[in-house]
């Protein structure tokens, strides 16, 4: 019985502040904890049910990819791709990234200063930030450095990767829904504690920002089992795949005995991987980037959401668009760049 109160409460909250959301575009932190006390109470249900009403009004028919660095035309190709996220969760790419572009961006992280991300006993002695420093492998100071995503967006590289239409496409389908760009991220991973940490995200959780969304990751270094292979658990993007005894701890990071106590270890994934290898990702499903143990790890990530419901918005500045690929996806995908504009 309390149960169903919650739920009708939630979703009452819900539709209210999603609403006052579209009228007013103020984001709601009542609207947000709604949204995932009710992922927690349906396993899921209530995403796919609000997508489904998002596409409705948002709908964007199937385009076909023009301009794309992978050289990827066939329309079956890409409903292929897709039915393997829906299905699994995620798909790892037959192609990878040109290595004359993962230079570039090698070559960004050299020439600009990353977030040293705070650890959890950091945040729980209620340390300061620790603030921006070049990466320096000798010279470790935590587990995470994060890129500033407004030097990120305003890279050129980096904008043809935003704008290209193999991945705008892909995500055009799998949201049914025209695309937002609302996370474009770069980030070490790295072994500086012996342990995995909750707050450099090395823990199993699933992510409960957008109503629904797709990922796309791809290495920029070569991950070996020891560099911090991503991980996944096969099919738990599927609503009810996640159990209640794990989402009854509601938004929390899960250890790996948790996991490994509801799943079969054959669906508990880990992808070692060469550089340039790309993984498109729905990350509603369980999944941590695993701790590292020896040589860091540089990855790249692009997210695409079909509404910026939910989590606050930090509006990062696009002062420019210098690509011309982005510039080509910006017309035809018109809510592309709504996030950083
Ligand atoms: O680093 C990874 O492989 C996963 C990161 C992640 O899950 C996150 O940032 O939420």
Redesign the pocket.
């Known amino acids: 019985m309390r149960k169903y109160l919650s739920l009708i409460k939630n979703y009452i909250i819900f539709t209210f502040e999603f609403v006052s959301y579209l009228l007013f575009k103020q984001p709601s932190v009542k609207g947000y904890q709604s949204m995932i006390n009710l992922f927690c109470l349906t396993g899921g249900a209530s995403n796919d049910f609000f997508s489904k009403v998002i596409s409705m009004f948002n709908y964007k028919k199937n385009a076909n990819v023009e301009s794309n660095l992978f050289g990827v035309q066939r329309s079956g190709d890409l409903d292929e791709i897709v039915e393997d996220i829906n299905e699994n969760g995620f798909h790892i790419s037959k192609y990878r990234l040109p290595d004359k572009i993962i230079q570039e961006i090698v070559r960004f992280s050299k020439e600009n200063k990353a977030k040293i991300r705070l650890m959890d006993d950091e945040i729980k002695l209620g340390k300061s930030e620790k603030g921006l420093a070049y990466f320096d492998a000798e010279n470790l100071q935590a587990i995470r450095y994060d890129y500033m995503e407004s030097d990120l967006i305003n890279n050129k590289i980096v904008q043809d990767l935003m704008g290209d239409e193999f991945f705008v496409e892909i995500a055009n389908r799998y949201l049914n829904s025209n695309p937002i760009i609302d996370i474009t991220?770069l980030?070490w991973?790295t072994n500086y504690s012996k342990n995995p940490d909750d707050n450099a995200?090395?823990m199993y959780?699933f992510?409960m920002d957008r109503i629904k969304w797709l990922k796309v990751?791809i290495y920029i270094t070569d991950v070996g089992p020891d560099n911090?292979p991503?991980?996944y658990v096969k099919g738990t993007n599927r609503t009810g795949s996640i159990p209640q005894g794990l989402l009854k701890k509601g938004y929390q990071r899960l250890t790996d005995d948790e996991v490994c106590m509801c799943y079969n270890s054959k669906d508990i994934l880990e992808f070692a991987a060469p550089r340039g290898t790309i993984i498109f990702e729905d990350?509603r499903g369980l999944?941590?980037?695993?701790h590292v143990l020896n040589n860091p790890?540089l990855?790249f990530?692009l997210e695409f959401t079909n509404s910026l419901f939910g989590s606050k918005i930090k509006d990062p500045i696009l002062k420019s668009v210098s690509s011309n690929s982005l510039k080509s996806a910006f017309r035809k995908y018109n809510k592309l760049l709504n996030y950083y504009i």
């Open positions: 991220a980030w991973h995200a090395t959780h992510d990751f911090g991503h991980c990350t999944h941590k980037g695993k790890r990855i990530q």
